[in-house]
């Protein structure tokens, strides 16, 4: 589904240009509001000002570890939801673990990242 009207703001966390710049097309074409973030210290700074249904975090990011940004990132903004995507081997451990609202391998493709984000 193209083009409707999404009252959704996601916070992506993720610090391969690539991969950013492909992920913030396909959500904002789906009419998702989106801010893109290259790690978890500035996510956490935007969540002091800002509110958001679904951060998604890449998993191996260097810097602040996904425990700590998840911890602290509930305290500031309770309501938002955290979606893991990442291409470690077990990331379904990993995601259990972290109490994700979901998960997705690497890479990701954009069908499958919004029928994930609709179910989160």
């Known amino acids: 589904m193209k083009n409707h009207r999404c009252d959704y703001n996601i916070l992506l966390i993720e610090d391969d240009e690539d991969t950013g710049q492909v992920i913030v097309l396909n959500l904002v074409e789906e009419g998702f509001g989106v801010r893109w973030v290259r790690n978890r210290d500035d996510a956490l700074a935007v969540l002091q ?66 029928e994930a984000l609709r179910k989160c």
């Not at 994700?100 to 990242?113: A, F, G, N, R, Y």
Request: hydrophobic letters at 40%; charged letters at 20%; aromatic letters at 8%.
């Open 49 to 114: 000002h800002y509110l958001y249904d679904i951060a998604v975090m890449d998993y191996l990011m260097p810097g602040m570890d996904a425990d700590t940004f998840i911890r602290e990132a509930g305290k500031r903004c309770p309501r938002c939801r955290v979606m893991l995507i990442s291409a470690v081997h077990n990331l379904t451990e990993v995601a259990g673990r972290l109490g994700v609202c979901c998960w997705l391998q690497k890479p990701v493709s954009p069908e499958t990242l919004m």
